[in-house]
């Protein structure tokens, strides 16, 4: 079936303005409103989107507005503005009712917010309003997570640093910034979010903070690299773990592809060297070798 509306023949004042029109009915019709049952949490630069575009397709996934709706890290205010924005970007009890009643469907939704798994105030924002939420961490040798998302900031202009000298001077510019977050929970750390290259990939750290309000069963964590290897696998675990039937996606494009140059042998073997202490202790802590050191 083609496109009902071909947006390049609508006036771009009038698409502008229906965009507005269903934008302001969600806001209205916010309080019947279903809550995700699961949120992909992170890691940034771990395969999040590539697995939250692939369960979108599953006739059971109803569509968030968005994929990183960045509610409770708050980086656009709108944690906030208080829940009912954030039940505004979600199907309604009536799609559900009607998927189930009419498709015969129990229909399931999240969303994906790859900076949740970092931020220090998520989890207990999160445990406060949806405790038994599913929750999926995606966790990507640090090596690679942090050379990758240091060229995904030079792609967007957030970064003109060399990768050395960036990593030479994140303590610096992460200087108080935790403190300023856990201080005030309306701040919003740009240098937290953007220049964490070292500090993201220390996962058992983060685990932890999510563990002291979260059961461990409540949350899938997915080795990187197994997805990338093996996507149907690791799709029937996922799906299975937020009680989706088995299903296939169509295609596995890969999103959010970065194309760069390969990493210096030196800088790659100083952070094997700091990230391997590190990496230590999260097998140690979950019982499990991701075989990131190897």
């Given at each position: ?8 023949r ?6 502008q303005?229906?965009?507005?029109a ?10 019947v409103?279903v809550?995700?049952?699961f949120i992909?949490i992170?890691?940034?630069r ?5 697995l939250?575009?692939y ?6 996934i109803g ?6 709706l960045?509610?409770f890290?708050?980086l ?5 503005k208080?829940?009912?924005w954030y039940?505004?970007?979600f199907?309604?009890?009536l799609?559900?009712y009607?998927?189930?009643?009419v498709?015969?469907l129990?229909m399931i939704?999240g969303e994906?917010s790859?900076?949740y798994?970092?931020?220090p105030?998520?989890?207990r924002r999160i445990s ?11 966790l990507?040798?640090?090596?690679d997570?942090a050379?990758s ?5 030079v792609?967007?202009?957030?970064e003109t ?5 960036a ?9 108080g910034?935790l403190?300023k977050?856990?201080r005030d929970?309306?701040?919003?750390g740009?240098n937290?979010?953007?220049?964490s290259y070292?500090a993201?990939g220390?996962?058992?750290n983060?685990l932890k903070?999510?563990?002291?309000v ?6 899938l ?6 997805f990338?290897?093996d ?10 773990f937020?009680?989706?039937?088995a299903?296939?996606?169509?295609g596995y494009?890969?999103y959010n ?6 990493l210096?042998?030196t ?6 060297e ?5 990496n ?5 802590y979950l019982?499990?070798?991701?075989g990131?050191?190897?």
């Amino acid at each position: 079936m083609g496109k009902l509306i071909d947006k390049s023949r609508v006036p771009p004042l009038l698409w502008q303005g229906a965009r507005e029109a269903v934008r302001l009915c969600r806001f209205l019709t916010a309080p019947v409103r279903v809550m995700p049952d699961f949120i992909i949490i992170g890691a940034q630069r771990a395969g999040t989107t590539s697995l939250f575009h692939y369960a979108r397709q599953h006739p059971c996934i109803g569509r968030s507005f968005g994929k990183e709706l960045h509610f409770f890290d708050n980086l656009d205010g709108s944690y906030h503005k208080g829940i009912m924005w954030y039940r505004a970007h979600f199907p309604s009890h009536l799609y559900k009712y009607y998927a189930r009643k009419v498709r015969g469907l129990d229909m399931i939704t999240g969303e994906a917010s790859p900076y949740y798994l970092f931020h220090p105030l998520v989890a207990r924002r999160i445990s406060r309003v949806l405790p038994t939420v599913k929750l999926i961490a995606m966790l990507r040798n640090p090596v690679d997570r942090a050379y990758s998302h240091y060229h995904h900031n030079v792609k967007y202009g957030l970064e003109t640093l060399s990768f050395e000298e960036a990593l030479d001077q994140e303590r610096e510019r992460l200087d108080g910034e935790l403190e300023k977050i856990l201080r005030d929970g309306r701040y919003r750390g740009h240098n937290h979010q953007h220049y964490s290259y070292l500090a993201r990939g220390v996962y058992v750290n983060q685990l932890k903070n999510w563990f002291s309000v979260f059961a461990r069963e409540q949350m899938l964590i997915i080795k990187s690299e197994d997805f990338y290897a093996d996507r149907l696998g690791v799709m029937r675990t996922f799906l299975e773990f937020i009680g989706a039937p088995a299903w296939e996606p169509t295609g596995y494009k890969q999103y959010n592809l970065g194309g760069y140059s390969k990493l210096d042998p030196t800088m790659k073997a100083r952070l094997a060297e700091y990230f391997r202490p590190h990496n230590q202790r999260l097998y140690e802590y979950l019982g499990r070798d991701f075989g990131w050191d190897e």
